[in-house]
């Protein structure tokens, strides 16, 4: 792994997200790239007013909120460049001015992974713009994405997902690839079982084949049949696991979840990091 983007909401920043990025960067000898994104959407809405009957734009307002949010912008790099001259020099930073998910997208196509901290957001109707913005994010970004809570644990118990897809298999290739088994000890892989009273998972014999290959101790859990988003989102919040690997069980949790759950809303109240990747 050699660039790890972190990429923030211009006017929040996340110090859960660049601590993860500089913890990654420093196992992997990377070099971390924090881009900083923000909305200019707003600027060019019409703010119209009526004057003698006739409608005319008064932009005033908005060069001043303008000026505002550049300060509050320059004063979140400038706090990502002392965490990382601090704790890891290895760094450069890219401010985009644009369209928030399109940026990213196009930085993600020479990037080793994305970290985004699950509180990054691009409007007032912050949950909202924050669905929104990390479901196109992980529909279109060409490398891996990490969503990270605000005080996420170092890597150390690792959870696969796999539903024997290839965008699974895909997912679990990703993570090990970017971060090599020889570093951790524990790996656990969670699947949901296909049908009522079943405890086997697809293809058990060459996944299992292919994973002993790459970890040296894993540990196999099969739920009990039934929706994958509600099992997955359950497991993940009730057991000790300090980043989760998802492939298409991913999307459809995340998709489900993004979609006010009744029971979990796995990225509103996130505990643990999520890797997530498609093919």
């Not at 399109?102 to 990037?111: G, M, P, T, W």
């Not at 959870?159 to 679990?172: K, P, R, W």
Request: net charge negative.
């Amino acid at each position: 792994m050699k660039k790890v983007i972190v990429a923030f909401d211009g006017l929040h920043f996340s110090k859960g997200a660049v601590n993860y990025a500089i913890q990654l960067a420093k196992d992997s000898g990377s070099v971390i790239t924090g881009v900083f994104l923000h909305d200019l959407y707003y600027r060019y809405g019409a703010s119209a007013t009526v004057l003698e009957g006739q409608p005319y734009f008064d932009a005033s307002p908005l060069l001043k909120l303008a000026e505002e949010e550049e300060v509050e912008l320059n004063k979140n790099i400038q706090q990502f460049e002392w965490y990382c001259k601090e704790f890891y020099p290895h760094y450069e930073v890219v401010k985009d001015m644009g369209i928030p998910d399109y940026d990213l997208v196009r930085e993600s196509r020479f990037a080793d992974v994305i970290i985004v901290g699950g509180e990054v957001s691009f409007t007032e109707e912050k949950q909202k713009a924050n669905n929104q913005f990390v479901k196109e994010l992980l529909k279109d970004a060409e490398c891996p994405v990490i969503v990270v809570p605000e005080d996420p644990d170092p890597i150390h118990h690792i959870t696969l997902t796999y539903d024997g897809s290839a965008s699974s298999v895909f997912a679990i290739k990703q993570f090990l690839y970017l971060f090599p088994a020889k570093r951790y000890k524990e790996f656990t892989v969670v699947s949901v079982a296909e049908k009522e009273g079943s405890m086997t998972i697809p293809r058990e014999e060459a996944f299992m084949n292919f994973l002993k290959k790459q970890v040296s101790t894993v540990h196999f859990e099969v739920l009990p049949h039934g929706n994958p988003g509600e099992m997955l989102a359950n497991y993940i919040n009730t057991h000790r696991t300090s980043i989760v690997v998802m492939g298409s069980y991913g999307r459809n949790v995340l998709s489900r979840i993004l979609h006010k759950s009744t029971s979990e809303e796995l990225l509103q109240n996130l505990k643990v990091p999520v890797f997530i990747t498609h093919i």
